[in-house]
């Protein structure tokens, strides 16, 4: 079972940047897909960016492309999220995911969850 602990949230201004972290407790961590989601107050849990086990391949939500960038080092048994030019509507809990699957996009595809981490962005 692999463990994820999400780190890096903060309070910051529009227009700033954040890195969040995401780190695995199994060296097998290299063989999952890592996908990040969110969930705002009162909303659902969204779809936010997605890392294939290399890292070769990545994909975003319409809403932060162009402003996150997703990574990660598996020596490290880290995977990043790089948040720039944050808004407002950005401000949510922030949970990193495990899936045996790449790309994946629904939650259902991920097999184990971090417990979250919080990104408030004020104006």
């Known amino acids: 079972q692999v463990q994820l602990v999400e780190s890096g949230g903060g309070l910051v201004q529009a227009g700033d940047s954040l890195r969040l972290s995401c780190a695995a407790s199994?060296?097998?961590?290299?063989?999952?897909?890592i996908g990040w989601f969110r969930q705002a107050p009162g909303k659902e849990r969204d779809f936010v960016a997605h890392i294939s086990w290399s890292g070769a391949n990545t994909y975003y939500a319409d809403s932060v492309k162009g402003r996150f960038t997703i990574s990660r080092d598996n020596r490290e048994n880290t995977v990043y999220l790089q948040m720039n030019k944050l808004k407002p509507e950005d401000t949510a809990v922030y949970y990193c995911?495990?899936?045996?699957?790449?790309?994946?996009?629904?939650?259902?595809?991920?097999?184990?969850w971090g417990q979250g981490t919080l990104v408030t962005v004020s104006s």
């Open positions: 199994e060296d097998t961590f290299i063989i999952y897909a």
């Open positions: 995911a495990a899936s045996r699957t790449t790309p994946a996009q629904a939650k259902g595809q991920y097999d184990y």
